[in-house]
């Protein structure tokens, strides 16, 4: 479907079944419309030509003669459109995916239960210049931090084609092109960015890119930020959304494909009538446009070669009647690359996503949870009220006891994301936790328990840039310095510097237990009024076990018993308070080590009298002699 380059030239087809005629135009016909460029009917409401001697690059536009009009449509399988400062001018081009070199690193996705994922705009994530959007190959420069840090995974929100000049990507047009906002097209940039790259290669131990050309154009561009990707061991999930389309529909958009008159939403051949976040809602009902949205998703998994989808808001498609499109989506994908994850949105959360198609279910593998994100948060503000102020820990520990899934592993955790600290939305979690200095130990220390709990606790992680360096301020997909990222923070802020350390020890930390990335987790103890909580982390079968103490209590908490799996030496693994102006000259633990020497306690064989510094955690593993 739409318009492939093939031997010869090239292939155009489309859905239109209430077209009376459909004609290709393009520089090679001079733009007409003539029995030359006239496609044939092939049965369903398709129509398809051959056009000898097209190539890579060349343009071109439908031209729907239907009943209400007639006129211009873009192909809305185009993979690329042209470069147009007014965007319903911009016409669509031949592309041909095959011509991109890969680079073959063998890269493998981590297991689902492994990732940690960092969630970001590319927009805003590391603009060359604070009055532009950020490119694809911008987020390739950072990509050496984000390795640094631990993380195996980005989701960059949604990247197809929308017709504003900013936006979150929630609105797209045209679903199989990449953003061009989000391409470079100034030759002189394009070589600094080509320049760039190929020495980020090159210190990969990679082969560069042979030639400028293979960056040009956003498809490429978009490409090469997943090779790039894989060669740093980075997976790439796509946010995409199959509930709506738009708002922002032009003449020559997939709006009224086929030029049914107007005067009837319902007749939009794609889409019904009923509206959703400022677009419509896709017609789930028809086969066409199911195979629509499944080819979509194919594309990317084909000529992108990604690691997985996140699915926007599938309670939307599920109340609108697209289960089904779930169910055959998920299917196919999981046939084609089953190693790709495949992430549901469904508010409130639902398990059935989860179940396997045979029985009813969506088939995704994990879903987008809300139990930290509602627990965590609330007790970071409650914190900031004081020290006599009631902190409820115990929702804490309920979230992490019990996600309400068949595995643990399959909910996505997070504290931000680009929902909730957007401009003019939640403050972001060092202001959350000192409204008046987001630099303040008070800030800081607070903003690393709720660090260390996501990332201790059971579920895939979630990041949202900037997370990891301390990030006070909100973001916005409208570019501006009052809402980018601080990246010479990290030169200039030693907290913020402190900070990413921390983040990038205690990811280090769940990499090497296998124990936080496992499904043992039970509740030791719990108690709101001292503000403790603690919890253990193993693994089925093997043991391995974890032992994990957080306070936010403003006073350090001194021979604190706790209950422990087993008697002997349980190593301090990990201590937050080291990481305040690191390395802390005075920060307070446990030297090392303590022995389970107690007796019984929390319903453990075991106890020990420990340290657990202000506003801090630590976290113990069992000696591995014992």
Not at 216 to 233: E, P
Request: hydrophobic share 40%; proline share 6%; aromatic share 12%.
């Amino acid at each position: 479907m739409g318009g492939a380059v093939v031997d010869g030239g090239a292939t155009f087809r489309i859905w239109a079944p209430r077209a009376s005629a459909v004609y290709i135009s393009g520089d090679f016909n001079s733009w007409r419309q003539d029995a030359n460029s006239r496609l044939n009917p092939i049965g369903g409401g398709h129509w398809a030509i051959f056009i000898p001697g097209l190539r890579d690059g060349d343009q071109y536009l439908f031209y729907i003669d239907g009943v209400g009009s007639k006129g211009y449509k873009r192909d809305p399988r185009a993979r690329q459109l042209t470069f147009q400062p007014a965007f319903p001018a911009s016409n669509c081009m031949l592309r041909d995916p095959s011509r991109f070199p890969w680079h073959n690193t063998g890269y493998r996705t981590p297991p689902f239960s492994d990732l940690v994922i960092y969630q970001l705009h590319i927009g805003a994530f590391s603009p060359a210049a604070p009055d532009r959007a950020g490119k694809f190959l911008d987020v390739v420069q950072r990509l050496p931090h984000l390795a640094a840090l631990g993380v195996n995974a980005i989701e960059p929100l949604p990247i197809q084609e929308y017709p504003t000049m900013f936006s979150l990507g929630y609105n797209g047009t045209d679903y199989y092109s990449p953003e061009n906002d989000y391409g470079e097209a100034d030759e002189a940039r394009l070589q600094q960015y080509f320049n760039a790259v190929n020495a980020l290669l090159q210190r990969s131990g990679q082969p560069p890119y042979p030639a400028i050309d293979v960056l040009r154009g956003s498809d490429s561009q978009l490409r090469a930020l997943v090779d790039l990707c894989h060669v740093y061991g980075l997976a790439v999930i796509f946010d995409v959304v199959y509930n709506h389309a738009g708002g922002g529909f032009d003449g020559n958009s997939i709006w009224f494909l086929d030029r049914m008159p107007e005067n009837n939403p319902n007749d939009s051949l794609y889409f019904t009538d009923h509206g959703w976040a400022g677009g419509q809602v896709f017609a789930f009902w028809n086969a066409d446009v199911k195979q629509f949205l499944i080819d979509n998703a194919k594309l990317l998994y084909e000529e992108y070669r990604i690691d997985g989808l996140r699915y926007d808001e599938v309670s939307v498609m599920d109340h609108e009647g697209g289960w089904q499109t779930c169910q055959f989506m998920t299917d196919t994908l999981r046939y084609m690359k089953p190693e790709a994850v495949q992430i549901a949105e469904y508010w409130p959360v639902n398990a059935a996503v989860l179940n396997p198609t045979s029985i009813g279910g969506a088939g995704f593998d994990a879903t987008w949870h809300s139990g930290l994100r509602d627990t965590i948060r609330p007790v970071i503000g409650q914190s900031s009220g004081g020290a006599f102020a009631r902190v409820n820990m115990s929702a804490v520990a309920d979230a992490i006891a019990n996600a309400g899934l068949q595995n643990r592993w399959r909910a996505v955790q997070f504290i931000e994301n680009h929902d909730i600290v957007r401009s003019g939305r939640a403050p972001r979690v060092p202001r959350l936790a000192d409204s008046q200095n987001p630099r303040s130990w008070y800030a800081r220390s607070r903003s690393r328990v709720a660090l260390g709990l996501l990332l201790t606790a059971p579920g895939i992680p979630l990041l949202f840039m900037g997370q990891e360096i301390l990030e006070d301020k909100q973001w916005d997909d409208a570019i501006g310095p009052n809402n980018l990222i601080w990246w010479d923070g990290l030169q200039a802020d030693k907290s913020m510097a402190d900070y990413l350390r921390f983040a990038t020890d205690l990811i280090t930390l769940r990499r090497r237990q296998p124990a936080l990335r496992g499904e043992g987790c039970s509740i030791v103890h719990v108690h709101d009024d001292n503000r403790v909580l603690a919890f253990q982390r193993w693994v089925e079968g093997r043991g391995r076990d974890i032992m994990v103490i957080a306070t936010l209590n403003e006073q350090t908490w001194y021979n604190y018993q706790i209950g422990f799996p087993g008697p002997g030496r349980w190593i301090e693994v990990f201590n937050s308070d080291v990481y305040d102006n690191f390395v802390n000259p005075i920060a307070v633990g446990n030297g090392g080590s303590v022995e389970a020497s107690g007796g019984p306690l929390h319903g453990l064989s075991n106890s020990s009298w420990i340290t657990i510094p202000a506003n801090g955690f630590v976290v113990f593993a069992r000696d591995a002699g014992d």
